[in-house]
Nanobody
Framework: QVQVVESKGGLVQAGGSLRLSCAAS????????MGWFRQAPGKAREFIAA????????DYATSMKGRFTISRDNAKNSVYLEINSLKPEDTAVYYC????????????????WGQGTQVTVSS
């Protein structure tokens, strides 16, 4: 059984930084592209970043470049998202997901999803 579990997000002040982690089990982790998405209240889920199984290729949404960094540690079956210079508009539920193929930026390519973790940025 595949499980994808994000770390707890939390409440962060604007301008601060946060590192989310996500652990996957029940799959051959290095075979999977891992992605991060987020969904703010009243908005559609949006792509943030993805990293291929080897870690050799990283994709970022245009609006996310510069403040978001995705990385992975295949020895720990984990993927990370570091967010710097947090803004109130970063407030959202953040999701980690695993994809075996297809477009890395398209949510429909991801078969396994975590439950999401709330990140709230206060001004």
């Amino acid at each position: 059984q595949v499980q994808v579990v994000e770390s707890k997000g939390g409440l962060v002040q604007a301008g601060g930084s946060l590192r989310l982690s996500c652990a996957a089990s029940g799959l051959t982790f290095s075979w999977y592209t891992m992605g991060w998405f987020r969904q703010a209240p009243g908005k559609a889920r949006e792509f943030i970043a993805a990293i291929t199984g080897s870690g050799g290729v990283r994709d970022y949404a245009t609006s996310m470049k510069g403040r978001f960094t995705i990385s992975r540690d295949n020895a720990k079956n984990s993927v990370y998202l570091e967010i710097n210079s947090l803004k109130p508009e970063d407030t959202a539920v953040y999701y980690c997901a695993a994809s075996y193929g297809g477009s890395r930026i398209d949510a429909s390519s991801y078969a396994y999803w975590g439950q999401g973790t709330q990140v709230t940025v206060s001004s």
